[in-house]
């Protein structure tokens, strides 16, 4: 009887290790860092004499194929090393020094205005399953001028081979009306846009009225979520728009076997 018992605990041990290990195999490995840079009295909850740089962003220390690894690294510094003004800078440190030393020379002329900068750049993993990740780009300054700007951006990545996923690898041909409809339903209901109100009366920009959908896209577990940025289709008072479509909406034109047929499953 206990060699039986041992035995079913030994297969049990085995099978949950097998499972854990197709998921690690189909899935990233990474290490969340932070990066930070302050100068001036940013102590002071105003920051109305502050220079603040703020950096968050995955580290990937594994991928199904290691060359993936390396693309996705480099793709988070690049986000991360984006130039703030004209100029390039290979390092961290060297991007909050730039902007730090041109803050020095604005309050320099205006020494007793309240002014401050600030830039904060995070990139989040929103999806790690089935061979597929999804990382999200934000960013929020404040460089002087009227207002804050912020952004934020998706891309889709393929494990497999570290190419992009587009929206043609996992709806079928054709998908443009049953798509742009389903989602013309969220971001009116999101939106508050009445039945028989006009784009524009409402406030957006869409060309000749009619609505079309973004392709700034994060493939999720439920669904895809779209994202129009500030400005992208109306003033910046507007403010940026979210809409989520679940697949269930869109399953006539999704692939069967699509890259998400098994994230979908799940």
Known sequence: MKNKTLLITLAAIFL?????????ENSAKYLQKDYSKQYGNCSDSSFAHCASIKMTYPFFSYTPETFVKD????????????PVFEK????LNLLADSLIADYKKVIKKFP???ISYKLERIITVLTNLHGIICLEYMENSFLGGAHPNGIRYFDNYDLSNGKKITLNEILKSGYDE????AAEKEFKKVRGVKPDETY??????????KF???KNFAILKNGLKFYFN??????????????????????????????ITALIQE
């Open 71 to 82: 693309s996705l690294n480099k793709y988070v510094l690049e986000k991360m090393l984006c």
């Open 200 to 209: 524009e009366a409402a406030g957006f920009w869409f060309k000749d009225n």
């Open 88 to 91: 390039k800078y290979s390092t």
């Open 212 to 214: 079309q959908l973004t």
């Open 112 to 114: 007793t205005a309240p």
């Open 178 to 181: 049953t798509l742009n409809n």
């Open 16 to 24: 949950s290790l097998s499972c854990s290990k197709d998921v690690y």
């Open 230 to 259: 500030d400005y992208e289709i109306g003033p910046h008072v507007m403010g940026p728009t979210e809409i989520f479509v679940q697949y269930s909406d869109i399953k006539q034109i999704m692939k069967d076997d699509g890259l």
